[in-house]
């Protein structure tokens, strides 16, 4: 019993042992636990805030911006240039800066950089490593891609593009430079179109990867930034709003010629010219070059699911949808002219309209250059006034090529109304200079490229320097004219700057040979692109691009969308027969007279010409708009002088055409769908000979007028010529105690239907605009052969009509018609051009150009003529 107590007493012991440890152990616990608030738990990380918050406050700080700034003035250090430009593009370019201060920046920059090799091959290189990755932030990718505005963009990459231009005048980096373009002519020798190599690198890769590697002897630190330039190009379709500076950057590059045949033959062309086309580029073009080439469709998709190596803005101004609105337009025009420096093509760096550092932001005035240009237009189309007159304005549009049927005279009455204008003797107003400068600065702000094209017709290149061999000039009948067609201009421009033949490779040619290419960039800057025809084709062999071209018209015959076609076509023709070279005569032998067939028909414009005209059921012709799209393209391209030349030594080929060719019938087949015609009636004869006397004027005599409810409108109408294909009659009439002219006429409406007219007609213009007054309407088409209706006038008494009922009756008088067998179509002198005798059909004739009558009918049984030319009079 003593033992059992004994061990109950050492259980006790310990127990009470175990229990003062533990209450230890939990009191140490409880000392051990500190209480704490939210400030003690987050100061650190306020503290990191607050140092990042007045970091930024000072490297933003507008007084340190215009410090470091004021330290560029002068000739810098080495050291200077450096900081500042580590500043502006690591801290400036990241903040709000107003444009005024970033244009600052850059121009102090780019002063800094123009011909100081060191600090320009010290920024090269920086930029260079930044690219590989060797140091934080690519400045290049930052700018292009990342860059929160367009002056960032402009800024950011003119100062790249100023330090490219003066690194290559260190003979060692040009000499490297020079062996890195060799580089990529043997990295795309052995890349055939369509091998299925999969598509073109954008940078030099393998074995010649050596000339990108800048730290070794031979690499060519602006070699690497050229390489992501064609890098940036293939990713453009995913940022292409942003991309316009990027492509203006390329454009200043060109001005280097080292620099440009770098460019060459990295096939950065290639690449911007598959931007104009994309998903509609040749499958081996776009296999090659998928990036450029990216239908928008994907663009969208990567849009959706995020764009890996694009910067945050890049993803943010995604565009997806296709070409279309003068905001693309200008995009283009910017490809356009990076395209064409590269391929050697003068003056395509656009020199700025307006000068945005005077003004306000909103309404910067014109800088001296481009006032000087369009003070050259208002002069050259003036004429005697002192001021810009209606007839001024329409002389100037006509050159520019606006449609005059397109003009409506409410148009230019809101012209002379809006800007500073005078009154002339005799109450009529006339633009001053000073409105007509106000004029083309409006317009130019939001449509520039078409403010250039219009520059480029007076002689200026989208640099302002002037093509001093165009000069405008008024003939001896008074008619204001251009000594060179733009046309011809451009190319000679181009060849007389070198010559230079580009190689522009494979894919070069495979590009400029698709019609789809040139259909968008002829819809955009028509002088541009004709500098680029020449650029691609001059010294070229283009026989089977002009087969292709050809048959693409022939295969349009018919289709709704002819005429833009038959635009695109006389565009693409009137820049290769413009080209000087020693190919010339061939292409325009080719344009005219190539014998290569479409379904059994030869497809030269002389030969489908004759054809439509002679057998008109044998090929589905129903109409005259066939016939008279060829002849207007005819028309089109003999206004280079080589083409009259080449023609005048070849009379018998188109002698038929002759009449067509020298009066208004053929402006309805014009490119470009100028209503109404465009040419005046005293155009000189093809040839400048005697032998197409018999296309005078005179032979459809007077129509006599009585009946109508307006007294003036009655009376003895002469013939004036020809339009719309057949004829128009004029007289002098007094109309309030104005002299003005009265026509009969007949045109082309905007829905494609054809009425007859009787207008007064603006002198010294052609019928069938707004500027006309109407005052009888005839609803029916045609009248007899080439005359107007004899009756069912009615009065125009809508839209400024001044008709009062009845309507007119007209009759014929005096009427002399030439035996027309001079005209030779289906004569001895052009052979047998086919016999159309199996058709039953004897009547399917075009409207307005049929003559005959049906007592006489069985002389011509078999004759199936569209022209009504068989060798016979026939009235």
């Given amino acids: 019993e003593k033992e059992k107590e004994k061990e109950k007493e050492e259980e006790g012991i310990e127990e009470k042992s175990e229990g003062k440890d533990k209450a230890e152990d939990e009191a140490e616990d409880e000392a051990a636990v500190v209480g704490n608030s939210g400030f003690h738990a987050y100061l650190s990380e306020v ?15 507008v007084e340190l911006s215009a410090f470091l700034q004021a330290l560029l003035v002068g000739t810098p250090s080495l050291e200077v240039t450096q900081t500042c430009t580590k500043f502006f593009f690591d801290a400036f370019m990241h903040g709000l800066g107003t444009q005024r201060n970033v244009e600052a920046w850059r121009d102090a920059l780019c002063a800094a950089f123009e011909g100081n090799v060191e600090a320009s091959s010290w920024m090269v290189k920086e930029v260079a490593e930044r690219l590989q990755n060797r140091k934080s932030g690519s400045w290049l990718i930052q700018v292009a891609c990342d860059a929160p505005s367009p002056p960032i963009r402009e800024a ?12 290559i005048q260190d003979q060692r980096e040009a000499s490297k430079l020079t062996v890195w373009a060799e580089a990529w002519k043997k990295q795309t020798t052995g890349i055939l179109m369509g091998n299925g190599g999969g598509p073109y690198p954008s940078k030099l890769e393998n074995n010649l990867a050596a000339s990108e590697d800048f730290t070794g002897a031979a690499g060519s630190a602006t070699g690497v930034i050229l390489s992501a330039v064609n890098g940036l190009i293939g990713m453009a379709p995913q940022f292409w709003k942003a991309s316009s500076e990027l492509l203006d950057f390329i454009a200043k590059l060109q001005t280097s010629e080292l620099l440009r045949e770098a460019c060459l033959a990295s096939h950065m062309h290639v690449r911007l010219a598959c931007l104009c086309v994309r998903a509609n580029a040749p499958e081996a073009v776009r296999a090659a070059f998928p990036g450029p080439t990216m239908a928008p469709q994907i663009v969208e998709r990567l849009r959706g699911g995020g764009i890996g190596g694009v910067g945050q803005h890049a993803q943010h101004m995604t565009f997806a949808g296709g070409f279309g609105g003068v905001a693309e337009n200008d995009l283009i025009a910017s490809v356009l002219g990076a395209l064409t420096g590269i391929l050697g093509v003068p003056g395509t760096l656009p020199a700025p309209l307006h000068d945005k550092g005077k003004g306000s932001s909103h309404n910067p005035p014109l ?30 549009m006509r050159l520019c090529n606006v449609p005059q049927a397109s003009v409506s005279n409410y148009t230019i009455k809101g012209i002379l109304s809006k800007y500073p204008s005078e009154t002339l003797k005799g109450g009529e107003k006339a633009l001053t200079l000073e409105g007509f400068l106000k004029y083309h600065s409006d317009t130019a702000k939001v449509q520039d490229a078409r403010v250039r094209e219009d520059l480029n017709v007076f002689g200026y290149r989208r640099d302002l320097t002037k093509r001093e061999f165009v000069e405008v000039i008024t003939d001896e009948h008074g008619k204001v004219e251009l000594t060179v067609e733009p046309a011809e201009a451009a190319a000679r421009d181009f060849w007389e700057s070198g010559p230079k033949v580009a190689e522009v490779g494979e894919m ?48 349009a015959t018919g289709m709704w969308n002819v005429n833009d076609t038959v635009a695109l076509c006389g565009n693409i023709f009137e820049a290769l027969v413009a080209i000087p070279d020693e190919r010339r005569e061939a292409r325009i032998e080719a344009i005219c007279q190539s014998d290569r067939e479409v379904r059994g028909l030869g497809i030269g414009l002389f030969v489908v010409a004759r054809e439509f005209a002679a057998n008109p059921s044998k090929w589905g012709i129903t109409d005259q708009e066939a016939v008279l799209s060829y002849l207007g393209l005819v028309r089109q391209i003999r206004k280079i002088e080589a083409v009259m030349t080449w023609m005048d030594g070849r009379p018998a080929a188109w002698q038929w055409m002759s009449r067509w060719l020298n009066g208004d019938a053929a402006n309805q087949g014009r490119a470009g769908g100028i209503e109404g015609g465009a040419a005046d009636d005293d155009d ?10 018999d296309s005078d004027d005179d032979d459809l005599g007077v129509i006599i007028v009585g009946g109508a409810g307006v007294e003036a409108c009655n009376g003895r109408y002469g013939n004036s010529g020809m339009f719309d294909g057949v004829g128009k009659w004029t007289k002098e009439v ?30 010294g213009g052609k019928p069938g605009t707004d500027l006309d007054i109407d005052y009888y309407q005839s609803q029916i088409g045609g009248g007899e052969g080439l005359f107007p209706p004899a009756d069912g006038w009615r009065a125009q008494v809508s839209n400024g009509g001044c008709g009062v009922e009845p309507g007119p009756v007209i009759q014929k008088g005096g009427i002399v018609i030439s035996d027309i067998r001079g005209m030779g179509l289906g004569g001895d002198d052009l052979g047998d051009l086919g016999d159309d005798s199996d058709s039953d059909d004897s009547t399917n004739g075009m409207p307005g150009l049929e003559i005959g009558n049906d007592e006489e009918e069985e002389d011509f049984e078999g004759s199936n003529s569209l022209l009504g030319f068989d060798g016979t009079s026939r009235l």
């Fill in 47 to 61: 503290h990191a805030e607050n140092d990042i918050h007045v970091r930024n406050n000072y490297l933003f700080d």
């Fill in 156 to 167: 950011g990459l003119s100062i790249i593009a100023v330090a490219l231009k003066s690194c």
């Fill in 367 to 396: 800088t001296a250059e481009a006032r000087a240009a369009f003070r050259y237009m208002f002069d050259a189309c003036r004429g005697q006034s002192k001021g810009m007159d209606v007839a001024g304005i329409m002389t100037c």
């Fill in 508 to 555: 070069g040619y495979a590009i400029a040979s698709s019609l789809e290419f040139w259909r968008v960039v002829y819809g955009v800057d028509a002088g541009l692109s004709t500098s680029c025809v020449a650029a691609f084709w001059s010294g070229r062999d283009t026989t089977d691009f002009i087969n292709e071209v050809l048959k693409e018209l022939v295969n």
């Fill in 684 to 693: 000189v004869a093809v040839g400048g000979g005697e032998a197409f006397a």
């Fill in 734 to 763: 007094v109309i309030d105690g104005r002299t003005e002219t009265m026509c009969v006429y007949r045109c082309k409406l905007s829905n494609n239907t054809r009425r007859w007219f009787f207008s007064v007609v603006p002198k």
